[in-house]
């Protein structure tokens, strides 16, 4: 499977941003499909998942962000609003057969995007 993550750019604070994680090369639908994120010096961290339909996000970001998958264009989005400068950082796309109990580390997900820049300023 591969995959290519698009959508990033630089927005002021409370803005909007839609990222999207498109694959080729299996069927998409079947795997659990991760958003994380990596700021400058620090580790790639979880921000939102899609699994058999279900949604799972980090406190940091519920309410705020939405994860969503588009089974016919074999691609997942992250909808991004009231963007915070702590959201800053380069965006991963990872996708995996990943049990419930470990969706929230990066090592479950055997494939990912080449990473897109979310620069949230003040």
């Known amino acids: 499977v591969q995959l290519q993550a698009s959508g990033g750019g630089s927005v002021q604070a409370g803005g909007s941003l839609r990222l999207s994680c498109a694959a080729s090369g299996g069927t998409f639908s079947d795997y659990t499909v991760a958003w994380f994120r990596q700021a400058a010096g620090k580790e790639r961290e979880f921000v939102a998942t899609?699994?058999?339909?279900?949604?799972y996000y980090d406190d940091s970001v519920t309410g705020r962000f939405t994860v969503s998958r588009d089974i016919a264009k074999n691609t997942v989005h992250l909808q991004m609003n009231s963007l915070k400068p702590e959201d800053t950082a380069v965006y991963y796309c990872?996708?995996?057969?990943?049990?419930?109990?470990?969706?929230?580390?990066?090592?479950?997900?055997?494939?990912w995007g080449q990473g897109t820049l979310v620069t949230v300023s003040s």
């Open positions: 899609i699994r058999q339909g279900r949604t």
């Open positions: 990872g996708a995996g057969r990943v049990i419930l109990s470990t969706l929230r580390r990066p090592s479950a997900y055997n494939y």
